[in-house]
């Protein structure tokens, strides 16, 4: 019922800063909680973020807490993930995932729509 398209990737040095962005199209409600995931070489897709479309509740990895931000902007149906200080272990193909009626939970199987994903590599 959503469609979900990342953009905003890029080679970054370590300590850097980028912002991906994800635009939401299709059935968009108040009841969508929006998250990133990410996926490095030979490891599994982690939860990074996760945001609820009402109220605008967050969560985070600890890995990334107070260096990246989630957000969204209702009026463009976009999530942002604002990445700061950024590290070499943050090299990965970043996701964007959506459900509805959710909680902001981390688990990828609890999010059935998914981006294509955008390529985020920190050199260090």
């Known amino acids: 019922q959503v469609q979900l398209v990342e953009s905003g990737g890029a080679l970054v040095q370590a300590g850097g800063s980028l912002r991906l962005s994800c635009v939401a199209s299709?059935?968009?409600?108040?009841?969508?909680?929006m998250g990133w995931f990410r996926q490095a070489p030979g490891k599994e897709r982690e939860f990074v973020a996760a945001?609820?479309?009402?109220?605008?509740?967050?969560n985070y990895v600890d890995s990334v807490k107070g260096r990246f931000t989630i957000s969204r902007e209702i009026a463009k149906n976009t999530v942002y993930l604002q990445m700061n200080s950024l590290k070499g272990e943050d090299t990965a193909v970043y996701y964007c995932?959506?459900?509805?009626?959710?909680?902001?939970?981390?688990?990828?199987?609890?999010?059935?729509?998914w981006g294509q994903g955008t390529q985020v590599t920190v050199s260090s």
């Open positions: 299709g059935r968009t409600t108040s009841s969508l909680v």
């Open positions: 945001i609820t479309w009402a109220g605008g509740r967050t």
């Open positions: 995932a959506a459900r509805y009626w959710g909680y902001l939970t981390t688990n990828r199987s609890d999010y059935p729509y």
